[in-house]
């Protein structure tokens, strides 16, 4: 009888606690995903639980955030919210998701950083890639404190990016960006690099700023080392680079398609056709290409360069002024012909 009444009470026992049990397999232990791809929650400085719920919910089922809300309120989690990238997998538990927020276990993202014309414009392509927008980032730039710690001024502050892709946190600061990108550059000259630049008695920031000039003349890969290789020869023998790519950034216009005298005339230290030897600094981020036709410089004894008159992007090389005045004569007639001014 005893025995009997036992089991009487342990029956509805037993099935709470398999209730019980259940409940939280179903609210903690389930997918908390409702998609079968990764997805990523991004969390910023101006986030508060509510935000970070309202994140969340697209992308999972109403139990899961269910129990997400209660694992919450049982912890610190709105006084401590963690910023960042979090990758939320198809295969998560809720307490996984809940667990990786809680502990600011974030997923790093691959950041490319671009070739571009400005520092402006460099802000404006990482900061619309990262938690720091582009005023945040463009204010860091502009700090020379900050950049002559890096080892960099103004003018050479271009040479810190070596266009590529690297893998970092969504929330990096602007500062330990900078860092990050001055490790970067030193780790892309290596010695064997740093050699042959010594070997064309130039500066790593000085192949660079070359390297900005010839990409900008050429988009033509196979050509860039000829171009560089033309430069270096106006370099030993004292002539002026004569670039017109430093006209255009000096006149602030990359635009321009025909050079004319009184963009000739422009007072910059950029301007080449006015101040002898190379630019204060880039007049853009030199690609990784463009540093390297530098350092592999075609020799040859070309001194002038004109864009063909078919227009192809490619250039007529010459080594006599003569020479290059029949092929910029060419050039000039294409121009008139197509009336652009």
């Known amino acids: 009888m005893k025995l009997t009444q036992a089991k009487y009470y342990l029956t509805p026992v037993a099935l709470c606690l398999l209730g019980l049990l ?4 179903y609210y903690f232990m389930t997918d908390f ?9 991004y969390i910023d400085g101006d986030d508060t639980a509510d935000s970070v719920y309202h994140k969340l919910a697209p992308m999972a089922s109403a139990h899961a955030m269910t129990g997400l809300r209660t694992l919450v309120r049982h912890c610190d989690y709105e006084e401590h919210i963690h910023t960042g990238r979090f990758a939320i997998e198809p295969q998560s538990s809720t307490i996984d998701v809940f667990r990786q927020l809680k502990r600011g276990h974030q997923s790093p993202m691959m950041l ?9 414009l460099m802000a404006g392509a990482l900061g619309r890639k990262l938690m720091a927008d582009s005023t945040a980032l463009a204010d860091a730039l502009g700090d020379s404190s900050l950049c002559a710690a890096l080892g960099f001024s103004g003018p050479t502050l271009p040479c810190l990016f070596i266009p590529d892709t690297y893998e970092v946190y969504w929330n990096i600061s602007p500062e ?4 990050r990108m001055k490790k970067e550059h030193d780790a892309f000259w290596t010695k064997a690099r740093l050699q042959k630049a010594e070997a064309l008695g130039l500066t790593p920031a000085e192949v660079q700023t070359l390297a ?3 990409d900008e003349e050429t988009a033509v890969g196979s050509e860039k080392p000829r171009v560089a290789g033309l430069y270096l ?15 255009k950034f000096a006149v602030g216009d990359p635009t321009l398609r025909r050079i004319l005298n009184k963009h000739l005339t422009a007072d910059s230290p950029y301007n080449t056709y006015r101040h002898a030897g190379l630019p204060p600094g880039p007049i853009k981020v030199a690609s990784v290409q463009g540093i390297n036709a530098v350092l592999n410089a075609e020799k040859h004894d070309f001194l002038y360069m004109c864009a063909k008159e078919d227009f192809s992007g490619t250039h007529n090389f010459a080594r006599t002024s003569s020479e290059h005045m029949q092929n910029a004569r060419r050039y ?4 008139n012909a197509r009336n652009i001014r």
Not at 22 to 25: D, H, I, L, Q, R
Not at 233 to 247: S, W
């Open 22 to 25: 259940g409940m939280t397999y």
């Open 33 to 41: 995903s409702t998609r079968d791809e990764t997805q990523y929650l």
């Open 332 to 335: 000039q007639q294409a121009l």
């Open 233 to 247: 020869n106006r370099l030993r023998k004292g002539m002026l680079l004569q670039a017109d790519p430093t006209v």
């Open 212 to 214: 900005s000039i010839v």
């Open 176 to 179: 330990k960006l900078l860092e």
């Open 112 to 120: 490319t950083v671009p070739e571009v014309r400005t520092l402006d």
